[in-house]
């Protein structure tokens, strides 16, 4: 039978087929974005003063967290238990509904932290469910569930429900995007992979700045959810306007399902003769099944740690992952510290993140290793440089820029890290090793927002010397470590462990003649 990029090549690997399908991936993916970064909002801390008789008082604490209480001849020192909220930004988040200030101030940390915790379990569990039952399933079902459970959170009466919530939504929101990514990637060759795997998000960051928009004319956290919540359920309508991956069924022994697929992709690109030609000059036979074996046990996240040289490759895209996460969201989750109202800088940010996808498309069509790296290494540098700057007006421009600068880079090395990752996996564990990287990556992404309530402030904290010092060390850290993982730029997509562990292939890890650092060979 003619190998899979054959027939794709000969159905038309880049054409209205998969522009139909990317438009559909992307539209989902725009307000997919809005639940993921609508944090920034939903725990915005307005300032906030204790609700108190002010006659009872005798002096206030500048942190506002505490008053006194005299009685004439003796005073005491007292917790305030309601606040006053400054509502000219937003007139209802977790923050002021929970009081999540002063003494309960961590409180808000643990709920980006749960919804982080989400997208762990998210990433591993939509890997396993994707390999097994197939890309578009799970992007239908996931999608769906984050429509209703955004609902549903809008609806949240108590905290620890809230939190529930957040876990469940955050689940099945990394389950929809990153699938949906394995599934582009998986319609069409390793030409068209650079422009695609970058691209890929340009939609999240549009999703991303717009959520401003979303936030500024309701004000209302509960409001705001619920409006980038309902446009979601077109995932369910993905069960009729979506293809199942080829890639996958062929990997999966139905290539009796996977040639009607290819069949209609020929038709819609206009190259019917070609596949045709192919498939009837290639022994074919109905019966014809994948070398590897389909079991689910034996195809998932444990079998890429039976193989040494998978073990080894998704380690190391592993430790980059942590960094990388952890970096993104210190920057991302932090608008308000910059100057100016949080809806413009929540859009700057997000707007950063579109000429960051365009600068990865154009380090990938160079190759994976030096997007990856060259990225982290700006990240690092420009992390490194903000607290070295004097804290005076003057150069709080020149802070503020860095701080973009970094956010554009490390938005860039997200993008190419999914491209190489994606190659670097056999199709038949493609989205488990994706979920097993993505995972490890959100333990860092759940540190980050301790990290942001204790220390961490782009423009004013005495505290952000360490922090900026740690996240720019680790992503210099990390780009060195990026630089030990195999090349994939050029190489075809391997399909089983065999093609992945073939000693000729440039996907083989560290071999007697490859050296860290240096070209696959």
Request: with cysteine.
């Amino acid at each position: 039978m003619a190998a899979y990029d054959d027939m794709l090549d000969a159905a038309g690997s880049m054409g209205p087929w998969q522009m139909w399908t990317f438009g559909w991936i992307w539209f989902s993916q725009f307000f997919q974005a809005m639940t993921n970064i609508a944090v920034v909002f939903m725990q915005f801390q307005p300032k906030y003063k204790c609700d108190i008789n002010e006659d009872l008082i005798v002096s206030r604490s500048a942190d506002e967290c505490y008053y006194t209480l005299s009685n004439g001849s003796t005073s005491q020192l007292i917790e305030c238990q309601s606040f006053i909220y400054d509502q000219s930004e937003m007139t209802r988040t977790i923050v002021t509904q929970w009081d999540l200030v002063c003494s309960q101030k961590m409180r808000s940390a643990d709920a980006q932290s749960t919804f982080m915790a989400g997208f762990f379990f998210g990433a591993l569990l939509s890997g396993l469910f994707s390999d097994r039952f197939g890309r578009k399933k799970v992007v239908v079902v996931s999608g769906t569930a984050t429509a209703i459970l955004g609902i549903l959170q809008v609806h949240t009466t108590s905290f620890p429900l809230f939190l529930i919530c957040r876990f469940l939504l955050s689940l099945a929101n990394v389950a929809c995007y990153s699938t949906g990514f394995v599934l582009c990637m998986e319609l069409t060759t390793n030409k068209h992979r650079d422009w695609i795997g970058g691209m890929f998000y340009i939609p999240y960051a549009m999703g991303y700045t717009s959520l401003s928009l979303f936030a500024y004319f309701l004000r209302d956290w509960r409001m705001m959810h619920a409006a980038i919540s309902l446009p979601v359920m077109i995932n369910l309508a993905f069960w009729w306007l979506l293809p199942e991956s080829p890639r996958w069924m062929v990997t999966k022994g139905r290539m009796q399902h996977a040639l009607p697929v290819l069949a209609k992709a020929a038709k819609l690109n206009g190259h019917c003769e070609q596949f045709e030609n192919l498939i009837e000059s290639s022994a074919y036979d109905e019966e014809e099944k994948t070398q590897e074996d389909d079991s689910w046990l034996n195809n998932n996240f444990l079998m890429i740690f039976k193989h040494r040289t998978m073990a080894v490759r998704c380690l190391l895209i592993s430790l980059v992952w942590f960094v990388t996460s952890m970096v993104y969201y210190g920057i991302s989750l932090n608008v308000q510290a910059f100057p100016g109202d949080i809806f413009a800088q929540n859009a700057i940010a997000g707007a950063m993140e579109i000429p960051g996808y365009v600068l990865a498309v154009l380090l990938l069509c160079w190759g994976r290793r030096p997007a990856v790296s060259i990225t982290l290494v700006i990240v690092g540098c420009c992390l490194i440089a903000i607290p070295m700057l004097p804290k005076v007006s003057v150069w709080l421009t020149v802070r503020h820029g860095l701080a973009m600068i970094g956010k554009l880079s490390v938005t860039a090395t997200f993008a190419a890290i999914y491209v190489h990752t994606a190659e670097l996996f056999p199709t038949v564990v493609r989205d488990s090793g994706m979920g097993v990287c993505n995972s490890i990556g959100r333990i860092g992404s759940m540190l980050a927002p301790y990290i942001s309530t204790v220390s961490f402030s782009v423009v004013n904290s005495d505290a952000q010397f360490e922090s900026m010092l740690i996240y720019g060390a680790l992503s210099l850290s990390a780009a060195a470590v990026s630089l030990c993982v195999p090349e994939t730029r050029n190489v075809e997509m391997p399909e089983t462990f065999e093609d992945a562990e073939r000693p000729t292939s440039n996907l083989t890890l560290l071999t007697n003649t490859e050296k860290c650092g240096a070209p696959a060979s």
